[in-house]
């Protein structure tokens, strides 16, 4: 069984900060990629960016150069730092992580979601 908890998510002003956390616990052998996604009102999930295990990163176009997405082998856990924070990135961020779990195959596994709202 895998859990991911994700956290970070807040009320902040246009121009500033925040990082999002994702963290995977249970019965995991490996994760492969891993990445995150939002979703605003009315619209579809989107990427943000992805991260692989050997550590090449993708971001879309709207994030580049204000987002960094990194992670943590030892502890399970990818990160998102957001600088700049535009009105247009609210939205609820999701994470998404390819594991592999023991005794099993390789699944995507999604965290619950967390609210980034940026006020202008």
């Known amino acids: 069984q895998v859990r991911l908890v994700e956290s970070g998510g807040g009320l902040v002003q246009a121009g500033g900060s925040l990082r999002l956390s994702c963290a995977a616990s249970g019965s995991i052998f490996s994760i492969n990629t891993m990445g995150w996604y939002r979703q605003a009102p009315g619209k579809l999930r989107e990427l943000v960016a992805t991260i692989t295990d050997s550590g090449s990163t993708n971001y879309a176009d709207s994030v580049k150069g204000r987002f960094t997405i990194s992670r943590d082998n030892a502890k399970k856990t990818v990160y998102v730092q957001m600088n700049s924070l535009k009105p247009e990135d609210t939205a609820v961020y999701y994470c998404?992580?390819?594991?592999?779990?023991?005794?099993?195959?390789?699944?995507?596994?999604w965290g619950q979601g967390t609210q980034v709202t940026v006020s202008s």
């Open positions: 998404k992580l390819g594991i592999r779990t023991l005794g099993r195959g390789t699944s995507d596994y």
